[in-house]
């Protein structure tokens, strides 16, 4: 079965940090792009950082420029999003997507949920004191 699950979600105090992990099943990420995606409470998801499977392109909103670090391990199947310096407007459910074929922009600007190939379930960060 082919899947992807993200994990590192938890509550953390303003200014923190969180690494998150996104870890393939059935399948290898080296060839897509990975796509990490958030939705808060009564708010439209939204694109927060994207990597192609190459070349180590990279995206970020202008939310999270220079305190959020995309990062893939092809050897562990894994990509990564580490989160400093949190604010309470970080707070929302994170989900990790899967592409092959896209550039990085076009991945994270995309509203469409049917673009990706595959989403993780998400998984919950809460910024709060």
């Known amino acids: 079965q082919l899947h992807i699950v993200e994990s590192g979600g938890g509550l953390v105090q303003p200014g923190g940090s969180l690494r998150l992990s996104c870890a393939a099943s059935g399948f290898t990420l080296d060839t897509y792009a990975i796509g990490w995606f958030r939705q808060a409470p009564g708010k439209e998801r939204e694109g927060v950082s994207c990597i192609s499977s190459s070349h180590g392109s990279t995206y970020y909103a202008d939310s999270v420029k220079g305190r959020f670090t995309i990062s893939r391990d092809n050897a562990k199947n894994t990509v990564y999003l580490q989160m400093n310096n949190l604010k309470p407007e970080d707070t929302a459910v994170y989900y990790c997507?899967?592409?092959?074929?896209?550039?990085?922009?076009?991945?994270?600007?995309?509203?469409?949920?049917?673009?990706?190939?595959?989403w993780g379930k998400g998984t919950l960060v809460t910024v709060s004191s």
């Open positions: 997507a899967a592409k092959v074929g896209t550039t990085v922009q076009a991945m994270c600007v995309s509203t469409i949920y049917y673009f990706m190939d595959f």
